[in-house]
């Protein structure tokens, strides 16, 4: 779902950047067509709500079928959300009216932020619509005789529905939103930077982009509600395996999502500023040598560089698009007129390359995302802090096994389900299983995963430079 929404909103904001803003003729058309599109998600989620709610309550389902009728229903909801979302900047052309109409792009920000507002709406309502679903799931349906005590739950339900949502936007919302306001910010006020000198703008360059690396994991601690650890035993031992793996970090936090997440991550590409934070959910259920495999999957993220891999992999093709959309004989020119020779309108040639890198960030980062999952599952089953070679622990293996089990048996549909940042829970615990009985294949899989991501790397960086030549041309 983070890629999903991410790829959306970076779509969204690319393509609205990209396209030049005219006044609007038809300004109360183009509203209406806003509202009606917006109001096109939530309804389909109120439609499934209903229809779905009343089968689980109504319906003794078995726990693959309702999974796979859940499945069903969040592809078909998540389809629809994409195509309402780019049809409100391709069709719609709602930033027309933002900018062309409103002026709004002279302030900034508030333009994309009021172009993404509808978009964002849309999937948040949808949420809130979907926790009766949730609810259904739980058994917490109230039957007509519990009528008189609707307005005594009424508030406690509608907190509980708020949380359930605030949950949702917090981690799916704000974790895109932030760096990319911070991008837009830097882009509104290029103008005034490149009318310093060489040196002043490379020094303030330098100091945002260190700001941002710095500040980072404390904006997440300010978006999600943390807290320190009570037991101090679990502490002192999570300290001590991130000392054995040389993992530096600022503290160990745990967020609080009223058990709803059960999640760990490791925020920020600063040593001594990285914080950890393990979800209440995951303190609640998981033993402690389980949560210790998962703090040592972790580390192996941040020791095998898995963050900025994933950030150059995103960045450069937009980065080599974005320069070459400024070059007036680039790439873009020459697509755009093969394309009107089969007929299509001038412009198609940016929704041709957009769709391209759609594509790329499903399947090449898809594919990307999941080999770092099982090399971090590797790297967790593997002993550290000797000053011999690395060994698969038979420890670790049964360790990170039993972790693997605890949280397919928290969450059967990951069983076989394989998002678009994780492999399936199945596939995961069969890569540690071959490498129990066959410990070369660790080795064999990190050198073929490290060659074919250098080659990709290679490549990406190569387009990049082609696009500045020809720039400079």
């Known amino acids: 779902m983070n890629l999903l ?236 395996t991130c000392q054995l793996h040389r993992l530096h970090v600022h503290d160990i936090l745990v967020w609080k999502t009223d058990g709803q997440i059960v999640n760990a991550l490791v925020a920020g590409l600063i040593p001594r500023l990285r914080v950890i934070v393990m979800s209440d959910g995951l303190i609640k259920h998981f033993p402690r040598h389980e949560l210790l495999a998962i703090l040592r999957h972790e580390a192996g993220h941040v020791r095998l560089w898995h963050l900025p891999t994933r950030i150059g992999f995103t960045v450069l093709p937009l980065l080599a698009l974005a320069i070459d959309e400024r070059n007036a004989h680039g790439g873009i020119v020459h697509i755009d007129s093969m394309l009107e020779q089969f007929g299509l309108p001038r412009g198609s040639g940016l929704a041709f390359l957009m769709g391209l890198y759609a594509a790329y960030a499903v399947f090449g980062l898809s594919w990307l995302s999941h080999q770092m999952e099982f090399e971090a599952d590797i790297y967790s089953c593997q002993q550290h802090g000797s000053d011999g070679p690395v060994r698969i622990d038979a420890k670790h293996v049964s360790d990170m096994s039993d972790a693997l089990l605890r949280l397919a048996a928290l969450n059967p549909e990951q069983i076989e389900k394989r998002s678009l940042l994780h492999p399936s829970i199945g596939s995961r615990m069969q890569m540690i299983r071959a490498i129990e009985s066959h410990p070369q294949r660790a080795i064999a899989f990190g050198k073929s995963f490290l060659r074919r991501r250098r080659i990709i790397f290679i490549v990406l960086v190569s387009i990049c430079a082609i696009a500045v030549l020809n720039l400079a041309k």
């Not at 990209?18 to 439609?47: I, K, M, N």
């Not at 508030?110 to 509808?118: F, H, K, N, R, T």
Request: proline letters at 4%; a positive charge.
């Open 5 to 240: 929404i991410g790829l959306v909103i970076l779509l969204c904001l690319v393509c609205s950047e990209l396209q030049a803003a005219e006044v609007a003729s038809d300004l109360w058309t183009r509203l209406v067509w806003v509202a009606l599109v917006t109001l096109t998600v939530p309804g389909l989620a109120l439609f499934q709500t209903l229809v779905v709610s009343k089968r689980i309550r109504n319906t003794e389902l078995l726990s693959q079928e309702r999974e796979s009728m859940l499945r069903r229903l969040s592809v078909c909801h998540s389809a629809v959300w994409l195509i309402a979302s780019l049809a409100i900047i391709w069709a719609v052309r709602w930033q027309d009216v933002v900018r062309g109409n409103w002026g709004l792009d002279q302030w900034p920000v508030i333009d994309e932020a009021i172009i993404l507002a509808p978009i964002i709406f849309s999937l948040v309502a949808s949420w809130a619509i979907f926790y009766e679903i949730q609810q259904a799931i739980a058994g917490n349906s109230r039957r007509p005789s519990e009528a008189p005590k609707k307005r005594a739950l009424a508030w406690q339900s509608w907190q509980s529905r708020m949380a359930y949502v605030s949950i949702r936007f917090r981690v799916y919302f704000l974790m895109i939103l932030i760096p990319a306001a911070i991008a837009i910010l830097a882009k509104d006020v290029a103008p005034w930077v490149e009318s310093l000198n060489p040196q002043v703008r490379f020094s303030l360059y330098a100091t945002i982009v260190l700001a941002m690396m710095a500040g980072f994991p404390f904006l997440l601690l300010l978006m999600w509600k943390t807290i320190r650890i009570e037991n101090d035993s679990l502490k002192s031992e999570l300290v001590k």
